[in-house]
C-alpha cells in the first residue's frame, strides 16, 4: 500500500508518527512525504543567530537526512511561509495538496488531528487544507485515496515535557498501531537528524511521550476496538 504523510514543518513527522512510519516501511509499504514549510521561522533560529531563509536550508537539509534514514520511498519539501499558512489564500494551498496527492496517488492520507496536537495554527491549517481536498478528490476521482487517517495522541498521565498537548479520546481513536524497538530506534535516529533542534526534543520527551503504541483517528469511520494496522480493510495490512 502507499501512504502520503502531509504536515506543515520539517521534524512533524518525527515528532510522534515516526515509529508507525517505521513500521509501514518494514512491512513492505510505501511511504510518502510532504511537508508545505521549511520551518526557518522557528524561534529557535535565534540561538544561532540565524535568518528565516538560514534556518529554512538548515532544516531542509536536515529533512534530507531524515528521508534517508527512515528510507522514505519519496519526500517533497515546499518553501511556503512557515507560521504564515493562515494568510494564505486556501485554494491556493488546496490547488498544491490536489496536484501532489494526484502525483503520489496514495492508497491513505495522514495529517494532523483537528486539535493539531500543539494546537499550532500552521497545524490547524493543515488539517483543514487536506481534509477538504480529500473530501473533494473522493466526489471527482476514481483513484482517490481511501482513507484520511488524522495523527493524534491517547491520554496518558505524563506530560509532554513543557508543552501543553492536545489530545484525543478513546472514543475518537480507531487505530493503535503497535511499534517494535527496531521502529523506535529508526525514529530515534530520524530525530537526531534534527541537530539544531535536540534542546527542544528533549523538552519535548517525544519517544518516552509516543511510547510503543502510535495513534490514529479515521475521518468518517469508526473502529471500536481499535484497528492496529492504518491499512485495515483496504486489501493489505
Given at each position: 500500500m502507499r501512504v502520503l504523510y502531509i504536515f506543515p514543518h520539517p521534524d512533524d513527522e518525527s515528532f510522534g508518527p515516526a515509529p508507525a512510519i517505521a513500521s509501514?516501511?518494514?512491512r513492505g509499504h510505501e511511504?510518502?512525504?510532504?511537508t508545505y514549510t521549511r520551518g526557518g521561522a522557528t524561534k529557535v533560529r535565534h540561538d544561532y543567530g540565524y535568518s528565516i531563509e538560514q534556518m529554512g536550508k538548515v532544516r531542509f537539509?536536515?529533512?534530507l537526512d531524515v528521508a534517508k534514514v527512515l528510507s522514505l520511498t519519496g519526500m517533497k519539501v515546499l518553501d511556503l511561509p512557515d507560521s504564515g499558512l493562515k494568510e494564505m489564500d486556501p485554494q491556493v494551498l488546496e490547488e498544491i495538496t490536489e496536484e501532489h496527492i494526484r502525483t503520489i496517488q496514495p492508497d491513505v492520507i495522514v495529517t494532523y488531528a483537528v486539535h493539531g496536537i500543539?494546537?499550532?495554527h500552521d497545524h490547524l491549517v493543515s488539517h483543514a487544507i487536506v481534509k477538504r481536498v480529500f473530501c473533494k478528490l473522493r466526489k471527482e476521482w476514481d483513484r482517490a485515496p481511501k482513507r484520511l487517517a488524522l495523527f493524534t495522541l491517547a491520554p496518558t498521565d505524563m506530560e509532554g515535557?513543557?508543552?501543553r498537548l492536545h489530545t484525543s479520546n478513546d472514543e475518537e481513536i480507531d487505530c493503535a498501531v503497535p511499534v517494535l524497538p527496531g521502529d523506535i530506534k529508526k525514529a530515534a535516529g530520524?530525530?537526531?537528524c534534527y541537530r539544531t533542534y535536540q534542546n527542544v526534543i528533549r523538552e519535548a520527551k517525544v519517544l518516552e511521550r509516543t511510547g510503543d503504541t502510535i495513534y490514529f483517528e479515521f475521518f468518517q469511520e469508526e473502529y471500536m476496538p481499535h484497528v492496529s494496522c492504518l491499512f485495515h480493510d483496504l486489501g493489505s495490512e
Amino acid at each position: 500500500m502507499r501512504v502520503l504523510y502531509i504536515f506543515p514543518h520539517p521534524d512533524d513527522e518525527s515528532f510522534g508518527p515516526a515509529p508507525a512510519i517505521a513500521s509501514q516501511i518494514r512491512r513492505g509499504h510505501e511511504v510518502f512525504l510532504l511537508t508545505y514549510t521549511r520551518g526557518g521561522a522557528t524561534k529557535v533560529r535565534h540561538d544561532y543567530g540565524y535568518s528565516i531563509e538560514q534556518m529554512g536550508k538548515v532544516r531542509f537539509e536536515e529533512m534530507l537526512d531524515v528521508a534517508k534514514v527512515l528510507s522514505l520511498t519519496g519526500m517533497k519539501v515546499l518553501d511556503l511561509p512557515d507560521s504564515g499558512l493562515k494568510e494564505m489564500d486556501p485554494q491556493v494551498l488546496e490547488e498544491i495538496t490536489e496536484e501532489h496527492i494526484r502525483t503520489i496517488q496514495p492508497d491513505v492520507i495522514v495529517t494532523y488531528a483537528v486539535h493539531g496536537i500543539s494546537g499550532f495554527h500552521d497545524h490547524l491549517v493543515s488539517h483543514a487544507i487536506v481534509k477538504r481536498v480529500f473530501c473533494k478528490l473522493r466526489k471527482e476521482w476514481d483513484r482517490a485515496p481511501k482513507r484520511l487517517a488524522l495523527f493524534t495522541l491517547a491520554p496518558t498521565d505524563m506530560e509532554g515535557g513543557k508543552f501543553r498537548l492536545h489530545t484525543s479520546n478513546d472514543e475518537e481513536i480507531d487505530c493503535a498501531v503497535p511499534v517494535l524497538p527496531g521502529d523506535i530506534k529508526k525514529a530515534a535516529g530520524a530525530l537526531d537528524c534534527y541537530r539544531t533542534y535536540q534542546n527542544v526534543i528533549r523538552e519535548a520527551k517525544v519517544l518516552e511521550r509516543t511510547g510503543d503504541t502510535i495513534y490514529f483517528e479515521f475521518f468518517q469511520e469508526e473502529y471500536m476496538p481499535h484497528v492496529s494496522c492504518l491499512f485495515h480493510d483496504l486489501g493489505s495490512e
